[in-house]
């Protein structure tokens, strides 16, 4: 039987084929609503991995094209466009195709064979949060599916033009909806990732910049249960949801603080309730140099 893991070849920076392959990989190896559509069809449903026969059943499509098309060798329009009708994968997601597929520069697919060497970018801060929300959401298995944020930011210095940004994962997708482009990936240590939002214009010292950006988690394994936000200097008119899945609900939600980034100990926690949307929030005036957020037990 045909099948595939996560990642079947290095995702080769500009290759438009391959980044489109990789976000279908993704959406078809992760829990949710495509991966159950061929789960019906499979003998075996195994984390982790992709049926191919399923999938080229649900397609009606030979194994062999199914395959060149989730390696990246063969992705055409007309490919995409039955993979988004045969496993009903919505707007944002086709659109997502398309625009990879066309070569944006406001969607990329970022996996751990295509990152620089380890380097530590970080400095003092050369911009600070006017405000930000932020919604997480976790998916069906429990393991985080989505992020987007809608952030305010003013310019400490002459010529910002590039805001950088954090996370803790070697396999996801990048969309910038407004307000930039993405720009370099690289390693910041051993566990953290990064990739640079470069601005549609640099920014004066004072200027400000509105970005709205989403990404979407190709997790392989769990990570712990917590979703946090470091704050780097000041940050002002903070929002933090967190949303779970109706199939896979917490026993106990926190909302906590942490005494640093590597090797976190809980320095300060408070039990919170879940709304009827399955979520948590916190609203913060002001932070500054710390580390908030939520984490959670299952049942």
Do not use: C
Not at 18 to 47: C, F, M, T
Not at 129 to 155: F, K, M, N, Y
Request: no cysteine.
């Amino acid at each position: 039987m045909g099948r595939t893991g996560a990642s079947l070849r290095p995702v080769v920076k500009d290759d438009r084929g391959a980044q489109a392959a990789a976000y279908l990989r993704l959406l078809l190896v992760r829990a949710g609503d495509p991966r159950s559509i061929w789960a019906k069809h499979a003998s075996e449903n195994r984390s982790g991995e992709i049926d191919l026969v399923a999938v080229a059943e649900v397609l009606g499509i030979a194994v062999e094209s199914v395959r060149a098309a989730l390696d990246g060798t063969a992705v055409s329009a007309g490919t995409l466009q039955r993979f988004i009708e045969a496993f009903d994968l919505g707007p944002r997601h086709a659109n997502r195709l398309r625009e990879i597929l066309r070569g944006s520069d406001s969607v990329r697919v970022i996996v751990g064979n295509e990152l620089a060497d380890l380097r530590d970018r970080s400095g003092p801060p050369r911009l600070e949060t006017l405000a930000v929300h932020e919604l997480h959401t976790l998916g069906p298995d429990g393991l985080p599916a989505e992020h987007q944020a809608i952030q305010v930011i003013r310019s400490t210095v002459d010529e910002l033009d590039a805001y950088p940004y954090r996370f803790d994962t070697d396999e996801l997708v990048v969309e910038v909806v407004r307000g930039g482009r993405v720009g370099d990936v690289y390693r910041v240590n051993e566990s953290l990732f990064g990739f640079d939002m470069v601005l549609d214009r640099p920014l004066a010292r004072d200027e400000t910049a509105l970005m709205h950006y989403r990404l979407t988690f190709g997790y392989r394994t769990a990570p712990p249960p917590e979703f946090r936000r470091g704050a780097l200097g000041v940050m002002r008119d903070v929002t933090l949801w967190l949303q779970f899945h109706p199939e896979r609900l917490p026993a106990r939600v926190w909302l906590a603080r942490w005494d640093r980034l590597h090797h976190a100990t809980v320095i300060e926690q408070q039990l919170v309730e879940l709304d009827g949307e399955y979520s948590a929030q916190a609203r913060y005036d002001q932070i500054e140099d710390v580390i908030v957020g939520f984490h959670w037990e299952w049942e």
